[in-house]
């Protein structure tokens, strides 16, 4: 199994909960197809950096798993056919990478605790 990290953008019209919903399925995606998540993070609301669709805005969601590696097309391919989707990335993290996202993790974690 390889480490896997993906970032999606979903259009700003949405509400939470379809936010959420979106999110869910494609969580739900890699557990049903023997994947395991590692990490998942709601970066919310951004501005982006150029219009896509016409859009400035949309929601951000991070999700870090472990798959096989042809795994990948089928999200990305779920991905495509999500009319929710403005924008995705998928990557595979080698192990400095791995390193670095668990230092994230629990930096994360002890920012929450304190809150």
């Known amino acids: 199994m390889n480490n896997y990290e993906t970032v999606f953008i979903l259009t700003p019209v949405l509400s939470e909960a ?4 979106a999110a869910d399925k494609f969580s739900k995606l890699i557990t049903d197809n023997g994947g395991k998540i590692v990490n998942e993070e709601k970066w919310g609301l951004r501005k982006l950096a150029y219009p896509i669709q016409k859009k400035s805005t949309g929601f951000y969601q991070l999700i870090q798993f472990e798959a096989e590696g042809e795994f990948v097309n089928t999200l990305e391919t779920e991905y495509r056919r999500d009319e ?8 595979k993290l080698d192990k400095d990478m791995i390193e670095y996202a668990e230092k994230r ?4 974690k002890a920012k929450k605790e304190e809150a």
């Not at 929710?84 to 990557?91: E, P």
């Not at 993790?105 to 994360?108: A, F, L, S, V, Y």
């Open 18 to 21: 379809q936010v959420k919903e």
């Open 84 to 91: 929710r989707i403005i924008r995705f990335l998928t990557f």
């Open 105 to 108: 993790i629990k930096k994360n």
